[in-house]
């Protein structure tokens, strides 16, 4: 069983940056991809990042290309998630998920596990 614990979310005003960590832990795959998705309410969830094993494939939504950065310490079991220029709109509760997939998949039915979630809300 893998757990994965998000953290760095909280409130920000509009154009501020935050940034959140996701640390896996238990019995991962050898090797993996790292996803964020997000959900805000009365949404379905969405894909916003995902990043490869060896940092050869990332993947961007369209809505946040330019301002989020994804990242990950292989040696910490960590995925990062730089949120630069933050808009309303990016408000939601944000997921990190664990893929066996060796690319960045977008899809969440490539995700096998995921986080209990940390809220991000940006005001006006």
């Known amino acids: 069983q893998v757990q994965l614990v998000e953290s760095g979310g909280g409130l920000v005003q509009a154009g501020g940056s935050l940034r959140l960590s996701c640390a896996a832990s238990?019995?991962?795959?050898?090797?993996?991809?790292m996803g964020w998705f997000r959900q805000a309410p009365g949404k379905e969830r969405e894909f916003v990042a995902a990043?490869?094993?060896?940092?050869?494939?990332?993947s961007y939504a369209d809505s946040v290309k330019g301002r989020f950065t994804i990242s990950r310490d292989n040696a910490k079991n960590t995925v990062y998630l730089q949120m630069n220029s933050l808009k309303p709109e990016d408000t939601a509760v944000y997921y990190c998920?664990?893929?066996?997939?060796?690319?960045?998949?977008?899809?969440?039915?490539?995700?096998?596990?995921w986080g209990q979630g940390t809220q991000v809300t940006v005001s006006s």
């Open positions: 998920a664990v893929s066996s997939s060796n690319t960045a998949p977008v899809a969440r039915e490539e995700y096998d596990y």
């Open positions: 238990g019995r991962t795959f050898r090797t993996y991809a």
């Open positions: 990043i490869s094993w060896g940092r050869a494939y990332t």
